[in-house]
Structures are given as C-alpha cells and as structure tokens.
C-alpha cells in the first residue's frame, strides 16, 4: 500500500476519488491528513476533522480482495476488520449497521465506501485524541501510524467475506437498539434482520445502507 501523507485536505475521501477519476494514483493506495476542512460525515454532515485523529481514504482494486466479496458487502467488510484489529489490541468497540463504530452508546468512527469501476474507495474518520460531546476517542492508547500498519495487515491478509460475515452476525443484535436514518427518517433496527450480503430486511423492504 503506498501511503501519501498531508498535513490537511478539505476530504481524503474527496482527493482520493478525484485522483483515482485522474489517474493521478492509482490501487492499491492511500492518503492520510492530519486534518480536514470538510471531513464527510452522515447524511452530508461535516465529519469534525480536528488534529490528532486518524483520516484515512484508500483504494483497492477488487481483484485483490476476496472473490466471495460484493459491493454492497463492502463497507461492513472494511469496518468489522479494523473493529478485529483494534479488539486484538484490547479495544470494546463494535459495529453498529452499516457503517459506524462505537464504543458502548458512543460512536468513534465512520466509514464510507465509494466504487469507481472495479476500485473501491473506502474512507474512515476514527477519533483518537479528540472527539465531539456526542461521541467518544478510542479507548487504548495506539498511535496512528501504529493501527495504519495494523490494519493494513490485516486487510492484506484477505479474509473471505462469509468469515468476516459469521463474526458480524453474532453482534449484530447490538444494533437492534438503535436508530438509523433510512430515505431521510429516523427508523428503528430492532425489527430488522441481516441478510447474508450485509444488507437487511426491516419493514419488509430490504435496505443496503443508511445515511
């Protein structure tokens, strides 16, 4: 993984998608800033960038990941490899559906995945040093170059989907008792149901991601 690192950016998000649009980088590749001006965040929220967290964005293609992955599988696929790493590391977080970290009732981190032909784009904004009064840092002491290189690692070493799966689905209860914003509405998960793919049935509609 070759990893450029800047001092700010509005979105690592943003700079990678346009640099992979114009050929300018290319998978597998990342950028890391020590801050944003315009971190994305739910529901085109502003993801409060300040220095000393983590703002990652990389890119990889989809041949070098599992064969067994779909698209629509692949933000809880990056998310749940980064909360194994981090609990190896003695971490409490979890997933809450699809794509948001937490630890207990709190959230410490985001992901958002974006496809651009056959190349995934996955951003994560996790709060290491400084968090905003409704979320919370993670709780151990790891430095951020510390956890690129481990999650890297672990990404690397390509866990089929159906293992990621089967470990997300033991906790995915967890997720019951929140909320999620579904076509703009608050909608609770406590009827939902996973699906095999990430996605779930709740309403009797079946919802593949929410923002």
């Given at each position: 993984?070759?990893?450029?690192?800047?001092?700010?950016c509005?979105?690592?998000?943003t700079?990678?998608?346009e640099?992979?649009?114009?050929?300018?980088?290319?998978p597998?590749c990342?950028?890391?800033?020590d801050?944003?001006?315009h971190?994305?965040?739910?529901?085109?929220n502003?993801?409060q960038?300040?220095k000393?967290?983590l703002?990652?964005?990389?890119?990889?293609?989809?041949?070098?990941?599992?064969?067994d992955?779909e698209?629509?599988s692949?933000?809880?696929?990056?998310?749940?490899?980064l909360?194994?790493?981090?609990?190896?590391?003695?971490?409490?977080?979890?997933?809450?559906?699809?794509?948001?970290?937490?630890l207990?009732?709190?959230?410490?981190?985001?992901?958002?995945?974006?496809k651009?032909?056959?190349v995934y784009?996955?951003?994560i904004g996790?709060?290491?040093?400084?968090?905003?009064?409704?979320?919370?840092?993670l709780?151990?002491?790891?430095?951020?170059d510390?956890i690129?290189?481990?999650y890297?690692?672990?990404?690397n070493?390509?866990?089929?989907?159906?293992q990621?799966?089967s470990?997300y689905?033991?906790?995915?209860?967890?997720s019951?008792n929140?909320?999620?914003?579904i076509?703009?509405?608050p909608v609770?998960?406590?009827g939902?149901?996973?699906?095999?793919?990430?996605?779930?049935?709740?309403?009797?509609k079946?919802v593949?991601?929410?923002?």
């Amino acid at each position: 993984m070759e990893i450029e690192y800047i001092c700010e950016c509005q979105s690592t998000q943003t700079k990678l998608i346009e640099d992979i649009k114009l050929f300018k980088k290319y998978p597998p590749c990342a950028i890391v800033a020590d801050c944003q001006s315009h971190g994305i965040g739910s529901r085109a929220n502003n993801w409060q960038s300040p220095k000393g967290n983590l703002y990652l964005s990389f890119a990889i293609d989809a041949k070098d990941l599992p064969s067994d992955l779909e698209s629509v599988s692949a933000s809880i696929y990056f998310a749940y490899i980064l909360v194994l790493a981090l609990r190896e590391k003695g971490s409490k977080l979890w997933l809450k559906w699809p794509n948001d970290i937490y630890l207990g009732e709190h959230k410490i981190a985001g992901i958002i995945t974006t496809k651009i032909n056959s190349v995934y784009v996955c951003g994560i904004g996790l709060n290491l040093k400084s968090a905003p009064s409704f979320a919370r840092c993670l709780d151990i002491e790891l430095s951020r170059d510390f956890i690129l290189d481990l999650y890297f690692k672990s990404l690397n070493a390509k866990p089929q989907w159906k293992q990621i799966f089967s470990k997300y689905l033991i906790e995915f209860g967890l997720s019951k008792n929140f909320c999620v914003h579904i076509d703009e509405k608050p909608v609770s998960l406590s009827g939902a149901t996973l699906q095999s793919d990430g996605s779930i049935i709740i309403n009797n509609k079946r919802v593949y991601s929410a923002r």
